[in-house]
């Protein structure tokens, strides 16, 4: 058995629980260490069996509470050496994994490790397997090599960045640099960079999409979803649960 419950999803703050039949395990937490505790309460998680914390890159909405709950609760870090050394800069002691291959485990779950493309130096996102099941888990990237498209089709449930509309993006009030930034190869994914991505990847196998990381100012959950229902239907693809991660607010279990 394995279930997701994203915690908190944007700008604001990222923070997803997975948990299996023989551990719990966060990906970033990019919220403050007290509202990890509420949303872990509500799931009736309690926050000391958090054995590890995958970190995909070291922008502040994605580490904001960490020194703080990792001071308390002392789980694990998995990271790389670059994401080691950025830490460093923000918390001065911690007990961690380093992990040099793009494979590794956690207790039952086996992490394979997708290289992401964003404007802080050993970015990276991560496919979780535990027995026959698999969650890809994928934000804050310009592109995804087709490299990895092989490794990351027909998997049970895609969290993937669905950050801004184009459109919106560039009619909005950012300026330009910002906008150039956020459409580059190390920005983010636009609704329809995410939607052809899954309608590559996706398979018969797959129960799950959950759009995450979407811009405030820039996009919509109807926009985002109606981007990608109008994609799969254009290649006869369907998937049966499509769902939206909000900011500071979280789903309820999903199981995978």
């Not at 290289?115 to 979780?128: A, E, R």
């Not at 092989?150 to 960045?161: A, T, V």
């Not at 995450?212 to 919509?220: E, F, I, M, Y």
């Amino acid at each position: 058995m394995m279930k997701l419950a994203v915690l908190s999803s944007g700008s604001k703050g990222n923070c997803a629980l997975i948990q299996t039949d023989n551990t719990k395990v966060l990906i970033d937490l990019g919220v403050t260490k007290s509202y990890v505790e509420e949303k872990l309460e509500e799931l009736e998680v309690d926050p000391r069996e958090i054995k590890a914390i995958l970190i995909t890159h070291t922008h502040v909405d994605h580490i904001q509470g960490l020194k703080v709950f990792l001071k308390k609760y002392h789980p694990k870090l998995y990271v790389n050496k670059v994401i080691l050394s950025l830490l460093y800069e923000y918390i001065d002691d911690f007990d961690y994994v380093l992990y040099e291959t793009s494979n590794f485990t956690i207790d039952d779950i086996d992490v394979d490790v997708i290289k992401t493309s964003h404007d802080v130096k050993g970015s990276v996102g991560f496919i979780l397997n535990n027995k026959d099941k698999s969650i890809v888990y994928i934000t804050d990237t310009g592109y995804i090599n087709n490299k990895y498209f092989q490794k990351l089709s027909n998997r049970n449930l895609y969290l993937l960045e669905s950050n801004h509309d184009t459109q919106m993006l560039m009619n909005g009030r950012y300026p330009f640099h910002l906008k150039k930034r956020i459409l580059s190869d190390k920005g983010h994914l636009s609704n329809m960079d995410a939607s052809y991505y899954l309608s590559e990847w996706i398979g018969n196998d797959t129960k799950t999409i959950i759009l995450a990381h979407l811009s405030d100012d820039n996009n919509t959950y109807e926009i985002a979803l109606s981007t990608l229902n109008e994609v799969l239907s254009s290649k006869n693809k369907k998937v049966k649960n499509i769902l939206i991660a909000k900011q500071k607010q979280r789903t309820d279990w999903i199981e995978v």
